[in-house]
T-cell receptor
Framework: NAGVTQTPKFQVLKTGQSMTLQCAQD?????MSWYRQDPGMGLRLIHY???????DQGEVPNGYNVSRSTTEDFPLRLLSAAPSQTSVYFC???????????????FGEGSRLTVL | AQSVTQLGSHVSVSEGALVLLRCNYS??????LFWYVQYPNQGLQLLLK??????LVKGINGFEAEFKKSETSFHLTKPSAHMSDAAEYFC????????????FGKGTLLTVNP
């Protein structure tokens, strides 16, 4: 049982390049989200989805795009990378189990992105 | 709207000493509260959570936290620190009306000295 899988783990981009961070989950969770983690800033929500075909903006959505065509996958696209997007990105999921939704997030191991 | 404040971005303790990491929250509705731990170069994993019922919550690795509604606090404690406890700790809150979204504090880095 893999849980939440993020790829790639490391990536270096040049300013203006585009790329996609992949997130896949095998827990059948309806909720998927992307956070970025920066020193001293904690985790900030970029985008989230409550199900296939449904996405919404979080706290810091500018410069990022998402889609949710399946329950399992939630890719994060950087349209034109900027140095300010240098960060560690985490995908996190949440589901409703037999006891209902207790709010627990399950995290991937992170993707470290450097934009030069 | 809900928010989380973690007092102290860096806490340093000696091995065997008490660990106390502070978390205060604001929420317009009774919250769900969480502590997550992040070891170097890893993702976050759940340490413990409060949803309903007993206000003293026990988690993994000997940690516990107490929900105090009157003080809007959810401080994390461990009686005796171990070197392996060195990590960053995040407090998070979820209001009952916010469906899935969690709001995180900025984190506290715990250093354990031999």
């Amino acid at each position: 049982n893999a849980g939440v899988t993020q790829t790639p783990k490391f990536q270096v981009l040049k300013t203006g390049q585009s790329m996609t961070l992949q997130c896949a989950q095998d827990m059948n969770h309806e909720y998927m989200s992307w956070y970025r983690q920066d020193p001293g800033m904690g985790l900030r929500l970029i985008h989230y989805s409550v199900g296939a075909g449904i996405t919404d903006q979080g706290e810091v959505p500018n410069g990022y795009n998402v889609s949710r065509s399946t329950t399992e996958d939630f890719p994060l696209r950087l349209l034109s990378a900027a140095p300010s997007q240098t960060s560690v990105y985490f995908c996190a999921t949440q589901g409703t189990g037999t006891k209902g939704n207790t709010g627990e997030l399950f995290f991937g191991e992170g993707s470290r992105l450097t934009v030069l | 709207a809900q928010s989380v404040t973690q007092l102290g971005s860096h806490v340093s303790v000696s091995e065997g000493a008490l660990v106390l990491l502070r978390c205060n929250y604001s929420s317009s509705v009774p919250p769900y509260l969480f502590w997550y731990v992040q070891y170097p170069n890893q993702g976050l994993q759940l340490l413990l959570k409060y949803t309903t019922g007993a206000t003293l919550v026990k988690g993994i690795n000997g940690f516990e936290a107490e929900f105090k509604k009157s003080e809007t606090s959810f401080h994390l404690t461990k009686p005796s620190a171990h070197m392996s406890d060195a990590a960053e700790y995040f407090c998070a809150v979820k209001g009952l009306g916010s469906n899935y979204k969690l709001t995180f504090g900025k984190g506290t880095l715990l250093t354990v000295n031999p």
